[in-house]
């Protein structure tokens, strides 16, 4: 049985910086592709950041070049650092696993089996 379960969630100052965890169990996690999404009530799920399990990685537009996602195989974990955070970043953001890599990098919610229950992110101006 695959569990994802997510932590470093918070609320921050604009410009502030949170690191998420997602510790993985019946999974490892560099044997697929793995991926944060995040979710704000009443919009569409948003795919932030995708790794594949030979470290390939994509983020969309909005958080390139300030949210970093990696693993550790050893603690079998996966992470997303986000810096220079903005207000629009506030959201429920779900750590996400699926054992192929095929299409990995688009970060499609759908293409996704494995789902944790999401930690909260605010950002406040």
């Known amino acids: 049985q695959v569990q994802l379960v997510e932590s470093g969630g918070g609320s921050v100052q604009s410009g502030g910086s949170l690191r998420l965890s997602c510790a993985a169990s019946?999974?490892?996690?560099?044997?697929?592709?793995m991926g944060w999404f995040r979710q704000v009530p009443g919009k569409q799920r948003e795919g932030v950041a995708s790794?594949?399990?030979?470290?390939?990685?994509s983020y969309a537009d909005s958080v390139k070049g300030r949210f970093t996602i990696s693993q550790d195989n050893a603690k079998n974990t996966l992470y997303l650092q986000m810096n220079s955070l903005k207000p629009e970043d506030t959201a429920m953001y779900y750590c996400a696993a699926k054992r192929t890599w095929t299409n990995c990098l688009q970060r499609a919610s759908t293409d996704f089996n494995y789902w944790g229950q999401g930690t909260q992110v605010t950002v406040s101006s």
């Open positions: 019946g999974y490892t996690v560099s044997s697929g592709c």
């Open positions: 790794i594949t399990g030979y470290g390939s990685t």
